[in-house]
């Protein structure tokens, strides 16, 4: 069984930093790529950025873009993500999760974790 389970959240004020980690646990998983996500309340979630895990090829969200940085040490079994010159707009439930199947050109991921709220005060 794979667990995926996050910390690191919290509450800070609109300029600040915060660091998510996320922890692989369970049997031995070799992801295709990890990914974050959040879900505010009232909307969808939507993706926030992404890194494939062996060579570390990262995407994001054009509203994160040069703010937010994912990474991940394959050693740990642990992806980060690196938030800074944080907004009120990125208070959210942050999910990370994890992708072992593509499909065409899209990665599914099947594996969550429970959630990390971020709140960012103005």
């Known amino acids: 069984q794979v667990e995926l389970v996050e910390s690191g959240g919290g509450l800070v004020q609109a300029g600040g930093s915060l660091r998510l980690s996320c922890v692989i646990s369970g049997r031995t998983f070799s992801p295709l790529s990890m990914a974050w996500f959040r879900q505010s309340s009232g909307k969808e979630r939507e993706f926030v950025a992404s890194s494939t895990w062996i060579d570390g090829i990262t995407s994001y969200a054009d509203s994160v873009k040069g703010r937010f940085t994912i990474s991940r040490d394959s050693a740990k079994n642990t992806v980060y993500l690196q938030m800074s010159s944080l907004k009120p707009e990125d208070t959210a439930l942050y999910y990370c999760?994890?992708?072992?199947?593509?499909?065409?050109?899209?990665?599914?991921?099947?594996?969550w974790g429970q959630g990390t709220q971020v709140t960012i005060s103005s």
């Open positions: 999760a994890a992708a072992r199947v593509q499909i065409g050109s899209k990665l599914r991921y099947d594996y």
